[in-house]
């Protein structure tokens, strides 16, 4: 991430907090070149990129029959080996949050991949991402032959649905998801779809909706929708031209459908809150673990209740209806140690002395905190240099060892296990196979774990294998048709399971060569931990969130099948690589720049004339190196033209942790004073600039800012001039781990301090010193109410010193803009923000509008400038509500009462004011 400025960056009044987004690595890159793709991967990858480059050949031919389309460009599809090192891409500016897998990104046409540990995952999410290259062009041909504007595209359900409809099989989440959407009633129907625009639940029933299609009108259907896409405005008469049916007659078909799929589980199936207690309430929990002290039972858990994912605590009341109320153990993602829990990995285990072992990112990869319950202290951090995400710790029965998985800078998944005695490092597995959720036997011997290495008739199913370590075999525990994961030992010895077989993951128990079933739940168990040899604490999904609770395990027999299935041999798989013809096919990696963007903008004014000017950047395939060129004309007659063009010229370097920012700029044109008067003067100046930003960690950095600038300024016309050659020092420290609102913080403190030195070397016209401090912090009253207050001081002294200024919508409110103004400033203001408004929705009789998080504020803020002597403190209160439009923009509307004469009076009527922007 980097900020800058083209000039005067030291005296700037407005600034940027926000996050660092880190690069950590400095990648090798590599360049395969395959038929159709250009593959950009690091060395370490090369083997998975070579698989991964297969899986894409693989599929574009698969696609090409599909769409009935070839794309006559090369495709560029860039892999990262996890998902840790996926977050550093500069490929696109903003942060990228655990749930995503990858994404393609429209401006230069790039796939970006990260490989999550999975094979059959990876080729999935390859495929995915090529739907949309291959939807992209063929709806632009489809438009550009019928002569139509090619920015219209199908709404995004049909996109993302399409995606995961012709990349991959319908898998146990995704039937968990829409299953649970139907049984508990927030299934959305056809005609609200948009409702749920660019969730997860919209991804699932776009694609089952296409599915419906497929079987209900043919699967050459979908083609038609995108084939007739220039046919209507609206995409429901390209469905009902396409299926020459009502496309309210579609959507309850659909509907139905789905009923009549799911209503009759509940048969033989039991949802988890009519079987079970449910235990939390109001957050998302993950990875139970059961701890006793003092007589007292608790259940050890990964939460989110208030945005952030942090440790907790609960204890097990069993002489209580009532919910008891959570601990926080490890407040989560608001420093540098405990940056993010990974809560949907299993990334939580305790041994039977209260030590707690749990996985946080912290810096470049994931590293494991041993952390004492009984004492309430982090004992020490386990962290790999060569190991980058690590999940599913788990304890030896002395406590002595930990088992985990981790992924290596290959990109293979293994087992290892680390001896805390003497801090010894032991590698258990070392290949391509997923290899997660890793146990000791209970007779010390060896280790239980689950991987997709199953060949033969089940290849790629997550089986159960056992790791001897007598003689270092590997050996199956199971091999069925299904998926397994979270083993576990009871209390009295005996190996129980989740496991897929029959749709979803319900709890096994692995009883000799049998498999028995011991609960039926209609929705997934995700991980599970026991109170005693009968009770459990279940990680279930349910509602569309994930709880805990308490239940029995089955007592009588349940459902039985044969832990082994099929007898393998010592058979292996391995997928298949592009073949390389040549060492000419795989190439270092060089900077090939290419338009990122252009816009330009022409305006006519009656009185100054017509002026104009262009901005485009250029950047490289990753976006680590970018240039910016400014071309802009401000003559008000013709004689002026020459001597009145602005341009700039910046290069941005992403590539390292440090980043930086150079360039020259030239400027001439009428600037407004607000040093003087309300008037305007001529000035021209021209010279450069180097800034840099050092990101200490995601949440504070050191930023720096040089510039040199050669200044003539009419002071009166023409007759006196004042010439300079300034030079510009800064430096500042930010630091920003806020938790976001609809429409702006709701929870931590942002704050930054400068100090800064303007010189003008040549005639010492101007000499001044500058120093700026701004503290914001945001309390949260509950989930989603808070109390924003912000305090902030601006000096500027010595000669000619530049003068700061308030008033408008983000300081001094009702205040006119430029009105407060002076050397020095202060402001203050407090804000209480609330929920007005969760929908508001106007139902016209062709299509409706919808409102959503119409947010309250009540708010005052204070404040005053001068330049040598304070003159008067200003204020203001009032009221006002903001709207989060699209998720684009915020827009805000305040009426208040204006404050004057030191806080002794108000100014008579209101004042009213609208404006866009997030909250302070």
Known sequence: MILFTLVFSINAQFYFFGRNKIQYNDFNWKVIKTEHFDIYHYEEFSELAEIGAKFAEDAYEDLKIKFNHVPVIRIPLIFYNTHLHFQQTNTTPGFIPEGVGGFFEFMKGRVVIPFLGSIPGFKNVIKHELVHVFMTNKIYNVLSDHRVATNKFPPLWFIEGLAEYWSSDWDTQSEMVIRDAVLNGYFVSYNDLDKINGTYLMYKEGEVFLQFIAKEYGEDKILKLMENLWKFPRFNEIIEFTLNEDVEIVGKKWEFELKKKYYPLYETKVPHLIKSKKLTQNSFTFSPNVFSQDNKTYIIYIGNYDGYTSLYKIRINNDSKELEDPELLIKGEIDSRFESFHAMDNSLDVSKNGIAAFVTKSGKNDVIHIYSLIDDKI??????????????????????????????????????????????????????????????????????????????????????????????????????????????????????????????????????????????????????????????????????????????????????????????????????????????????????????????????????????????????????????????????????????????????????????????????????????????????????????????????????????????????????????????????????????????????????????????????????????????????????????????????????????????????????????????????????????????????????????????????????????????????????????????????????????????????????????????
């Not at 960690?697 to 050659?725: P, Q």
Request: proline letters at 3%.
């Open 379 to 920: 004992k020490s951090k386990l962290e790999f240099d060569k190991l980058i995400t690590i999940n599913s710790p788990s304890f030896s029965e002395d406590g002595n060892k930990i088992t985990f998985s981790a992924i290596d800078e290959k990109g293979y998944p293994d087992i290892y296990v680390y001896e805390l005695t003497n801090n010894a490092l032991e590698r258990i597995t070392n290949d391509i196979y997923e290899d997660i959720d890793p146990i000791f036997k209970n007779d010390g011997k060896g280790i239980v774990f689950c991987s997709d290495r199953t060949a033969g008739k089940f290849k790629g199913k997550m089986n159960l294998f056992e790791f001897n370590s007598t003689d270092n075999t590997i050996n199956y525990l199971t091999y069925i048709d299904a998926n397994i994961s979270t083993p576990h030992y009871s209390p009295s010895g005996e190996l129980y399971l989740t496991s897929d077989y029959n749709d979803i993951y319900n709890i096994w128990k692995l009883d000799g060569e049998k498999l028995v079933k011991k609960t039926n739940f209609v929705t997934s168990v995700y991980d599970f931990g026991f109170i005693d040899s009968t009770r459990i604490i279940t990680a279930a999904f349910e509602a569309f969130t994930f709880h805990l609770y308490e239940t029995d395990l089955d007592e009588g027999k349940g459902e039985e099948i044969n832990s082994i299935q099929y007898v393998s041999t010592n058979e292996r798989w391995y997928p298949a690589k592009i073949k390389l013809e040549s060492q000419n096919e795989r190439i270092n990696y060089k900077n090939d720049y290419s338009l990122d963007y252009a816009v330009s903008q022409i305006i006519t004014d009656p009185i100054y004339g017509t002026r104009g000017g262009a901005l485009f950047t250029l950047s490289d395939m990753l976006g680590n190196d970018k240039y910016l060129f400014y071309l802009y004309n401000t003559a008000e007659v013709q004689s002026d033209i020459l001597k009145s063009f602005n341009l700039s010229l910046s290069k941005i370097n992403l590539k390292g942790r440090t980043n930086y920012a150079f360039g020259v700029f030239n400027y001439s044109g009428r600037r407004y004073d607000i040093r003087e008067s309300d008037s305007y003067y001529y000035e021209k100046v021209y010279g450069g600039f180097f800034d840099l930003i050092f990101p200490i960690s995601v949440f504070s950095r050191v930023e720096m800012s040089n510039s040199i600038a050669n200044s003539d300024k009419d002071l009166i016309g023409d007759i006196i001039t004042r010439k300079s050659l300034l030079i510009s020092n800064a430096i500042s420290y930010v630091h920003d781990n806020t938790l976001w609102g609809p429409t702006g913080p709701m929870d931590g403190n942002r704050y930054k301090v400068l100090l800064g030195y303007t010189s003008d070397v040549r005639y010492s016209n101007v000499n001044f010193y500058s120093f700026i401090a701004d503290y914001r912090h945001y309390l949260r009253l509950d989930t989603r109410t808070s109390l924003a207050i912000r305090g902030s001081v601006y000096i500027n002294h010595g000669k000619e010193a530049r003068r700061y200024f308030a008033g408008g919508s983000w300081d001094l409110r009702g205040w006119p803009r430029f009105k407060i103004r002076g050397e020095k400033l202060w402001l203050s203001s407090m804000e209480y923000r609330f929920p007005l408004i969760d929908q508001f929705v106007i139902k016209f009789p062709f299509i409706g509008v919808g409102f959503f998080n119409i947010r309250g504020a009540l708010f005052m803020d204070a404040g005053g400038a001068w330049d040598n002597e304070y003159k008067e403190t200003l204020g203001s209160v009032g009221a006002g509500f903001r709207l989060n439009f699209l998720n684009s923009i915020v827009f805000r509307y305040d009426v208040g009462k204006k404050i004057e004469n030191n806080f002794n009076s108000f100014q008579p009527g209101l004042f009213y004011q609208f404006f866009f922007g997030v909250d302070f």
